[in-house]
């Protein structure tokens, strides 16, 4: 499923740049779906039995690519479908420089404070450093969201067929992360469907391209 995802999302990167490479809207799809593909592999790499005690590094990187991907996504559903960006060029600088301060954070000792085994997989141990991270990454999904369906509203004719496509695809994937993924991991404290979250996102990557 992860080779699957990774190489659909390949081409539905190089698709959208190539198709319009001046365009905002598709160089921020472009580089969102590669970090989004870093994401997904660190993740896999994270599950390997094998790397359990080296795997608090791996935790790390991961988070560290999760942090410019909600920025990515809220810059996205705020520019498309135009061919500039639309945000004034003080809030972008301010969003860049959280951004970069939250990923290097990530990568620190206070994200993750360390490791712990368990059934043969590394556990991380979360540190106050995570909360700049969470509370970044909901303020700019909620915004990301709040835009869409805001232009939504507005919008008329191909455009507006367009943005319910996008607003689609969150939904979906949302609904499907919540209901195979946390709720388990929560009430039952299982992963079993851990391993379709590529499928997932997929679906919203998918219908924005």
């Excluded at 870093?38 to 390997?48: D, E, I, K, P």
């Excluded at 359990?52 to 705020?78: C, D, K, Q, T, V």
């Excluded at 993750?112 to 990454?137: E, K, R, Y």
Aim: some cysteine; hydrophobic content about 60%.
């Amino acid at each position: 499923l992860l080779v699957i995802a990774v190489v659909v999302d390949i081409f539905l990167a190089l698709a959208v740049y190539l198709n319009d490479p001046k365009s905002a809207t598709n160089r921020i799809f472009g580089l969102l779906t590669l970090l989004t593909m870093a994401w997904l592999l660190t993740n896999q790499f994270v599950r390997v039995p094998g790397l359990a005690e080296s795997s608090l590094a791996l935790h790390r990187l991961g988070i560290f690519f999760a942090a410019p991907m909600s920025a990515l996504f809220f810059l996205l559903a705020h520019t498309l479908p135009s061919e500039k960006l639309q945000i004034q060029m003080g809030y972008f600088y301010a969003i860049v420089g959280a951004t970069l301060c939250t990923m290097l954070l990530n990568v620190s000792p206070y994200a993750f404070t360390g490791i712990t085994v368990v059934n043969g997989l590394g556990q991380p141990i979360a540190g106050a450093g995570l909360i700049p991270f969470s509370i970044l990454s909901t303020l700019f999904s909620v915004l990301a969201v709040y835009w869409l369906i805001r232009k939504y509203r507005s919008a008329e004719g191909s455009v507006k067929k367009q943005l319910q496509l996008v607003l689609t695809g969150i939904f979906t994937m949302l609904a499907l992360i919540t209901a195979t993924i946390l709720v388990p991991i929560i009430v039952f404290n299982s992963a079993t469907f851990l391993a379709l979250a590529p499928i997932y996102t997929l679906v919203f990557l998918g219908m924005t391209a």
